[in-house]
């Protein structure tokens, strides 16, 4: 049915009119017409429930499991790998239990040695040979090969945590902690943290190197204490930055987060009954940015109200140090507790929310959906998304159901019309 009298339809690319597909895809369009098709990689995804999508192909999400009980799936950009967990042994997609040393994993001649707490071994490797199981000749060339990647863990504050890594034909092959390479840890399985404090969280690795130069890396595996409550402070100080300060083992970087901790630490835990402690994160350049890791033993008083302690202490310690740290650069942030503020939208986009509890689903306070998705008079939605020891954000999701079609989309735009004929504009 024409409402607008003589029925003449418009003339629109819609393409170009409301831009309806996602950003890893191409609009294909005509006039009065459009179709969306996914870039390489991803496989779309489109129902009455939600906008035309492209995701990754998952094969580790399906059913019935493609690896194991007892290994890992890491979904790989077109592919997926199968790699069984420490004390297991297998293809990935059978793995069995067992001792460490009770399959002679060291070859040519290596010796097996169990560790103290009997969940890894070592290999020593007789002469010439070299790699985690030693079997590779120094002088022979091979691929790399993940054998065993670290697994996250949740331990108690001072407990000993073990991580462990096995990459086939790896010359030589160290640990990192959040990008970061950890000093004294070359070669090392397992790696041995003792005793875990706050400090200690973040996530751990093993790079190796090849007989070629050729690296690889293992998946990563998030270290959490229990009892520990995280937050991350932003700050600028008017001290000169280098680029020995990114290089955590540079002595210019270990002077100057002693100077810094000690410079927040003894006020934040002035205004705290729990025990508190900081850790230097990351410098940056801007005179030095530095970001913080703020951590509270066992609090007992709400996060907010722990976050506002935090923020209103170095704030306060600015403006009595405002040629030192700059009053305006301090931005505070809870690891459970998403922050007010404006967030980026996968309609391209910003829609504001209000704070909200990790795990928590909340609507914008000042965004609707596109007008060229079918619900686009609901409010965009958002998930509180963190990891309990980085700051947590809100993450929008599509809740704005699926693209209209082009007929409804003229639709709109004649009603539009219709409207303005009506009310003589």
Not at 366 to 386: L, Q
Request: proline letters at 5%.
């Amino acid at each position: 049915m024409c409402i607008i009298s003589p029925c003449i339809l418009p003339v629109i690319d819609i393409c170009q009119r409301f831009t309806p597909c996602p950003r890893v895809s191409t609009c294909n369009g005509g006039i009065n017409s459009y179709d969306c098709v996914c870039n390489a990689g991803y496989t779309p995804v489109k129902d009455d429930r939600t906008p035309f999508t492209c995701v990754n192909i998952d094969e580790c999400a399906g059913s019935p499991q493609v690896c194991d009980s007892n290994a890992l799936c890491n979904d790989l950009s077109g592919r997926y790998l199968c790699t069984c967990m420490e004390g297991f042994t297998g293809t990935g997609t059978s793995c069995t239990a067992t001792e460490p040393c009770a399959l002679s994993p060291c070859l040519n001649g290596g010796t097996c040695t169990t560790s103290d707490d009997g969940a890894s071994y070592v290999c020593t490797c007789a002469e010439s040979y070299t790699d985690v199981h030693c079997n590779t000749q120094m002088r022979e060339e091979g691929p790399l090969a993940v054998f065993t990647n670290p697994l996250s863990q949740m331990v108690d504050v001072e407990k000993r945590v073990t991580f462990s890594c096995s990459i086939h034909n790896a010359r030589r092959y160290m640990w990192y902690k959040d990008s970061v390479p950890i000093l004294g840890s070359e070669n090392r399985s397992p790696l041995v943290i003792s005793p875990a404090l706050a400090e200690e969280q973040g996530y751990y690795y093993c790079t190796a190197v090849g007989e070629d130069g050729k690296t690889l890396t293992t998946k990563q595996a998030l270290l959490t204490v229990n009892g520990v409550d995280n937050y991350v402070v932003m700050a600028s100080f008017n001290k000169t930055f280098n680029s020995s300060l990114l290089d955590r083992s540079s002595l210019y970087f270990q002077q100057l987060s002693k100077e810094l901790t000690k410079f927040i630490l003894t006020p934040l835990q002035n205004n705290f009954e729990a025990t508190v402690a900081v850790g230097v994160n990351i410098f940056s350049p801007g005179s030095v940015n530095a970001q913080f890791g703020v951590y509270v033993y066992n609090g007992s008083v709400p996060d907010g109200e722990q976050l506002s302690i935090i923020s209103s202490t170095i704030t306060s310690l600015a403006e009595g140090n405002p040629n030192f740290l700059d009053p305006a650069s301090v931005q505070s942030f809870s690891a459970v507790t998403c922050a007010a503020g404006a967030y980026m939208t996968t309609y391209g986009y910003v829609a504001m929310f209000d704070s909200g509890v990790i795990g928590s689903r909340a609507n914008s306070t000042d965004t609707k959906c596109p007008d060229y998705t079918v619900n686009r008079d609901h409010r965009i939605e958002a998930n509180c998304s963190g990891d309990t020891i980085r700051a947590c954000v809100w993450k929008p999701v599509m809740n704005c159901g699926r693209n209209s079609t082009a007929d409804e989309l003229l639709m709109i735009v004649k009603k539009v019309r219709y409207g303005l004929f009506l009310s003589g504009t």
